[in-house]
């Protein structure tokens, strides 16, 4: 019998890695005789560069670039075994864990330290670059992202702007002249799993502006902002981005690079998963185990359990998810939904026993599996 473990990972516990390195061991320990691979995941956020490093053989690079206040930072990116593809995610070097709660302020925040990493990748020969895009503490439509790659903002009076989003209503010319002309030679798959617009009552503004710091009296201003930024890159691309499904992730970030560069926006998993191959993994394997660290409402929704378990479902493979935190059973989505706890447990000690949780539920799958092959034995 051929598994394949393909888990995301146990937020603040497992990398995706880890989470498939420990189930396969507790399988194992139960069912020796049963072949286990593993094929780390993610969905375009938070584990997405590791996943595709550690599944490509791919490598990790350091760079000292600047935070969402333009302090220096060390942030990392990875480019794929192909030595072709870079993966970047911006919350390595724009995210909202560089920032103290009482930091975070959408006003004065900056995507500059994204762009410093995709002009890292673009000189290190990237012809590539896969982007994803949670977890930001911006609002400022990438234009602090397109400043780090050499384009120059003005005001109507010919002044140069800092864009950060209290400025972009000033912005009245974009000079792209000294930009780094690479950005027009490679293509920028933008991953993401939401649909919001850029601006309106579900826009980038009003749904995230308050997870970044943004007050209720904030929200409209900050949605003109990006109202009158979109108006301006109108210039450029010929076409209203406002309203395009996508657009109001990570603060806007994509309309800079739909202006400027060969990207595109897609869905993080199924980004991922092409990236992989996982549908033919899971098509020659006869049972796949997904998970992460919470299931809810919202795991039908492009997360990588469902978008696993719908490929699963394709080539008839049944799939058991294993989850450390259960809200909501999706229906019919998985053929065995395992939370992990054992016992009753606070959220910190779960998350510091993640790794035994695993291995256990790995056990346990281990004997469901000798058991059936008990019970449909040819002596039976």
């Not at 930072?73 to 103290?100: C, H, N, P, Q, R």
């Not at 930024?229 to 806007?252: F, I, S």
């Amino acid at each position: 019998m051929e598994v394949l473990i393909c888990s995301d990972s146990f937020k603040h516990s497992l990398s995706a890695y880890e989470a498939c390195q420990r189930l396969a061991e507790g399988l194992k320990a139960e069912a020796a005789g049963v072949v286990v691979g593993k094929l780390p995941l993610a969905d375009g956020g938070e584990g997405t560069v590791r996943a595709l490093i550690d599944a490509t053989d791919g490598v990790l690079h350091e760079r000292q670039v600047h935070d969402p206040l333009m302090r220096e930072t060390t942030a990392t990116y990875g480019v794929m075994g192909d030595g072709e593809t870079a993966v970047i995610e911006m919350a390595a070097a724009s995210g909202i864990e560089k920032l103290e709660a009482q930091e975070r302020n959408p006003f004065v925040t900056t995507s500059y330290g994204t762009g410093e990493l995709i002009r890292a990748a673009m000189e290190g020969g990237c012809r590539r670059i896969i982007l994803g895009i949670g977890g930001s503490a911006t609002i400022d439509g990438g234009a602090g992202m397109l400043q780090a790659l050499g384009a120059r903002f003005y005001d109507k009076n010919g002044q140069l702007l800092n864009p950060t989003t209290e400025k972009l209503n000033y912005i009245e010319r974009i000079d792209t002249e000294k930009m780094d002309p690479r950005l027009q030679q490679i293509s920028i798959a933008i991953a993401s799993d939401v649909d919001n617009p850029l601006t309106g009552p579900n826009g980038a503004a009003y749904v995230y502006g308050p997870q970044k710091g943004a007050e209720k009296g904030d929200l409209k201003i900050l949605d003109q902002n990006l109202a009158a930024y979109a108006r301006v890159l109108q210039q450029h691309t010929q076409e209203d981005m406002m309203t395009r499904p996508g657009t109001g992730a990570a603060g806007g970030m994509a309309i800079s690079l739909l202006a400027f560069s060969r990207a595109s926006l897609e869905n993080g998993f199924q980004l991922v998963a092409k990236a992989l191959n996982l549908e033919q993994a899971i098509a020659s394997s006869d049972m796949i185990i997904t998970g992460e660290g919470q299931i809810d409402a919202q795991t039908h929704y492009g997360k990588t359990p469902a978008g696993v378990a719908r490929l699963a479902h394709k080539h008839n493979k049944p799939v058991i998810a294993v989850t450390g935190s259960l809200e909501a059973n999706p229906p019919g989505l998985f053929d065995l939904l395992l939370p992990v706890m054992e016992k009753p447990m606070d959220n910190q000690a779960a998350l510091s026993a993640a790794g035994e949780l695993l291995f256990n539920a790995g056990s346990r799958i281990g004997k469901i599996l000798l058991l059936a092959k008990r019970l449909y034995s040819p002596e039976n």
